[in-house]
């Protein structure tokens, strides 16, 4: 008994440093050398490519709505006030990331859907499924081409650019699902804003 | 067509490493490895265990439960110190008590589940020396039993099993570390965050935005969680996290390394008790469930939401309510079952929004007890239980004393058997009716109707099989859930590890009978078929009456909602 208890204790304390410190502390150091940009977030410019904002202007394509419509901070406002471009802020879950967690039967769900709909109708735009419906992360910072190419009156409108060019303004910023098969082809919207600050 | 592709590389990479990952892993509990002998060997030395020497099954339990308890208690007293230690950058507060000790027990058990989000309660001190040392120690844990359980059956006439704290440092030092510490690599490099710097505030001058991210040492945590069958996420979210899980390529890989252990034990399993064949019939069991569940899951998800549906949106992409863009809806349907037939519980979607089916999918992938493929360890002694049970109801049938690989199977070992395989549906269903009768448990979901009934089943099933996985929408961070969480997750792990253990010295001690013309095949499509037969009735009978108050009634209320 009192062997178990003290090789237990013996154990616990080699398992701590080693795989408590020393092993995340050499994979951060090698992440470091190998790997610095991917490592510290993904930076750029403008912030990070892997963790959505919230964007607002129609001169802009948007986003998937987890901080719009009724998941923003304050929806009553006109336009919705946002939620912060927070990502302690999601879904309007205030804290850290966040998913809605609404069934597939859910009032709450539906009624929310349903301004979201009008939402984007209010924008001039057609929503397709995945800008009536909010991420897992709830900082999703992809979309869909789809989601993209349904924008494009909204932005055209706002921005005076001619459809075909943002078309395939649209089509240069895909990134193909990986080696083909692997997910499904996105655009990430940080980049595809940049570029089509850059056009304007 | 793209999930068709990542289905096939998924085969062909989970069929190699079968042979040849499950050959090396029995030859590490063989002995037969050494190349980080300058390691392991200054570890028995300060232990003061000699490798050579071996234990009962009693001593061997012993010490697993106590280092269990020491372990629990270590974890414990950081998180409710962790304000006060270094390694905090984002200067979190120590952790309550009743959270403190749900988190101590889930991580010490290898499931898992989390009552707090990762990036607003835990310092980076609490993420590795606590979380991710359980992330390595845990399926080391359950392996060992595993091992323990195959020595039982290769073995004659034999007092002992194996030596407990030989078995675990082997696991951990020759197959853990160095696969995780690759897979880190491969984890960061597609654009996983591995740094101690604390936040990041970045300013977007194009819209005016400025944000305050949190970052964190994720890449390395990542990769023992998934390979370990863990499930701990760094972040609240989990493997939704772009910062956990930022491609379609890294979304494959984790459900790769989570299957590749306990898919790969049933090889170790045939090559240590000498018949190939054994260990790829109970593959086969394994494989047929897996594959009929991930087949209606995703095609379950690939149908769209019915609450899009009624507010005018033609669906054509799926249910994509909680998911990625990434990963699209059938990627997420398989990983979700994955995470749920393996005891991880990783989730790179919100599986509270996944549809009625889909969410009965992952459900029971946990009821049928984990067994296809299970955790790492955990799934191959689960389904070595099953397998009695099958043998026993064999040999009734054709009126012979039962036997496996040439042991028979007898009173003894089908009450252990039977204890094993019956504690957890007896937990996880009391537990949910206590929860469902008091006000402190009715408070949890989010959910109204049948939904809300779900996300309580599938919090206490969750944890009462070590999953770790649950329906967001179950507010369990209150001291009802974490006490009680903790107990469903402390008896869901040791009262069927410690019947396992005493079925292996039991089945130990016993000569082998020479098989006869009379013998009842264990390596053929019947005996498949009678595994599968007990895995799916066992499960479907327990829990069939609770299902259908579920995930069931929300599939017929069409139209209807709540």
Known sequence: MLAHVRRSVILAVIVLVFFG??????GTGVAQLLFKHQANGSITANGSTLIGQNWTSPKFFHGRPDDAGPYAANPKATPPASGGDNPLVANGVSGESSATSLGPRSKVLLANTRQLVAYWHRLGVNPTPDLVTTSGSGLDPDIAPQDAYVQIPMVSQATGIAPPRLRSLIASQVHPAQLGFLGSDYVVVLQLNEALARLR | MGFFWTIVVLVIALGISWRYLGSYMAAVFEGRVHFLAWAE??????????????????????????????????????LRVQGHLFLNPQHQVSVGPALSWNTAASFVTNTNWQNYGGESTMSYFSQMGALTVQQFVS?????????????????????????????????????????????GIIFVGQGAVQTLAGTVTVHDSLNGVTQTIPRGPVGFMEAIKQLGTNGGGFMNVNSAHPFENPTGFTNWLSIFLLLVIPFALTYTFGKMVGSIRHGAALLAAMVIIFGVWVGFSSYAEHQGNPAVAVAGIHQTTGNTEGKEVRFGDTSSALFGVSSTNTSTGSADASYDSFTPIGGFGLLTGMMLGEVTPGGTGSGLYTILIYAVIAVFIGGLMIGRTPEYLGKKIQAKEVKLAGLGALVMPMIVLILTAIAVSIHAGRAGPLNAGPHGFTEILYGLTSQGNNNGSAFGGLTGNTTFYNVVGGI?????????????????????????????????????????GLVIGVIIIIGGLTFFPAISLGPIVEQLSHGKFF
């Open chain 1, 21 to 26: 410190f020393v092993y995340p502390l050499v």
């Open chain 2, 41 to 78: 060997r200054p570890v028995y030395k300060a232990l003061g265990t000699d490798p050579e020497q071996e234990q009962t099954w009693k001593r061997y339990a012993g010490s697993l439960v106590i280092f269990s308890a020491v372990s629990i208690l270590i974890t414990y007293v950081i």
């Open chain 2, 139 to 183: 399926p080391a844990v359950g392996i060992a039993v595993a091992i323990a359980l195959v020595r039982g059956f290769s073995r004659r006439k034999s007092a002992t099993i194996g030596n407990f704290w030989v078995d675990i440092t082997r696991c951990m030092l020759y197959i853990l570390l160095p696969a995780a510490f690759l897979a």
């Open chain 2, 488 to 528: 469903d997750m402390l008896i869901g792990r040791f009262a069927i590890m410690i019947p396992a253990l005493a079925l292996a010295g039991s089945l130990a001690a016993k000569g082998v009978v020479p098989e006869s013309l009379g013998t009842f095949r264990t390596d053929n499509g019947m005996f498949v």
